[in-house]
């Protein structure tokens, strides 16, 4: 199996960014999609970001597009969520997870990490 753990996560004023990090072990995590998802108290968890298995391609939620960059370094075996203009509303426990593909679908996200708190302070 795979197995994820986050970090990054802190305090930060808004417009302010900050850096996550998922750190992979376990095989064949190279050929995973992977996506990063946030769930706030009171509310569903929502998709973020993700990204395909080469790093070629990346897929946005509307709602970070243009502040938020998701990234991958399958040599370090890790996935990166870089966001910029951070604003409260992006307060969450952020979770990365490996996908059974190597491209983002919905419903095949297989593994899970623990989650890192993001909080944006007004």
């Known amino acids: 199996q795979v197995q994820l753990v986050e970090s990054g996560g802190g305090l930060v004023q808004a417009g302010g960014s900050l850096r996550l990090s998922c750190a992979a072990s376990?095989?064949?995590?190279?050929?995973?999609?992977v996506g990063w998802f946030r769930r706030t108290p009171g509310k569903e968890r929502r998709f973020v970001a993700a990204v395909t298995w080469n790093g070629g391609s990346t897929t946005y939620a509307d709602s970070v597009k243009g502040r938020f960059s998701i990234s991958r370094d399958n040599a370090k075996n890790t996935v990166y969520l870089q966001m910029n203009s951070l604003k409260p509303e992006d307060t969450a426990i952020y979770y990365c997870?490996?996908?059974?593909?190597?491209?983002?679908?919905?419903?095949?996200?297989?593994?899970w990490g623990q989650g890192t708190q993001v909080t944006v302070s007004s």
């Open positions: 997870a490996a996908n059974r593909w190597g491209t983002h679908q919905f419903g095949t996200y297989e593994y």
């Open positions: 376990g095989r064949t995590f190279s050929n995973r999609a």
